[in-house]
């Protein structure tokens, strides 16, 4: 018999977001499985970040989650795109959604060995705590190259902890949310430049809260120092 873990998964750290999504990655898939077909503004920013990574640029959609929906729309649009999601269980749903795409088992949060011409973060922020943050867009900064692209979707709030999960069911889940400062001061200090920053109203059928889409280019300034996520 296997041994079990002595302890919990710390919140929000890479083996607590590998345990929810595992829990849900199903019920995530039904809910989500159509969710750019109703909204308009999402669609309009995703292409935007396409039309600015030329084509055949290589992309990490990140937290592509068990829909592989961004992942397929920039596909289309002509980019060489890798789906990526820490939970083994969404990127095998998303690889039977869409076989036409690519996706892969990987951290979000570890990426800075790649060589990239953009990044979509869509949603992807939320599990991890807002410390992490810093740490998270550097790793993004190295990867992608001076001139790359950055398109982070994000639920706007101050929320940063564990919660009930939005989705329903009786799971724990970490959930962070941010402010349009706190985005814009951290992608600013993180080698990009800012280059749109729009928050919309949510739509009649989606939680309720404000969402923030921020694009920045990566400048050719050095990336700042890596800081360990843990002591």
């Not at 595992?22 to 809910?31: C, I």
């Not at 989500?32 to 292409?47: I, S, T, Y």
């Not at 095998?92 to 953009?118: H, T």
């Not at 600013?188 to 109203?201: P, Q």
Request: glycine fraction near 10%.
């Amino acid at each position: 018999m296997a041994d079990m873990p002595l302890f919990p998964p710390e919140p929000g750290s890479a083996d607590d977001v590998v345990r929810t999504w595992e829990a849900r990655a199903d019920h995530y898939l039904r809910l989500f499985r159509h969710e750019l077909h109703g909204k308009p503004f999402d669609l309009e920013a995703l292409n935007a970040f396409a039309g600015r990574v030329a084509e055949g640029g290589r992309v990490y959609d990140a937290g592509c989650g068990p829909c592989g929906h961004v992942t397929e729309l920039l596909t289309a649009r002509g980019l060489d795109v890798l789906g990526i999601d820490l939970s083994p269980s969404c990127v095998a749903l998303a690889r039977q959604e869409k076989p036409g795409c690519r996706f892969a088992v990987m951290d979000q949060r570890d990426v800075a060995g790649e060589r990239l011409d953009g990044l979509v973060s869509y949603y992807a922020l939320h599990d991890q705590p807002k410390r992490e943050l810093a740490t998270t867009l550097t790793s993004w900064a190295v990867a992608i190259r001076p001139g790359g692209q950055l398109l982070i979707v994000a639920k706007e709030g101050a929320h940063d902890g564990v919660i009930d999960d939005p989705l329903g069911g009786d799971l724990r889940v970490y959930w962070a949310e941010f402010t349009e400062y706190e985005l814009r001061a951290a992608v600013g200090a993180a080698a990009f430049r800012i280059d749109d920053c729009t928050v919309r109203e949510a739509y009649d059928d989606e939680i309720p809260t404000r969402r923030i889409y921020l694009a920045a280019t990566r400048t050719g300034l050095a990336p700042p120092p890596s800081r360990s996520r843990r002591p």
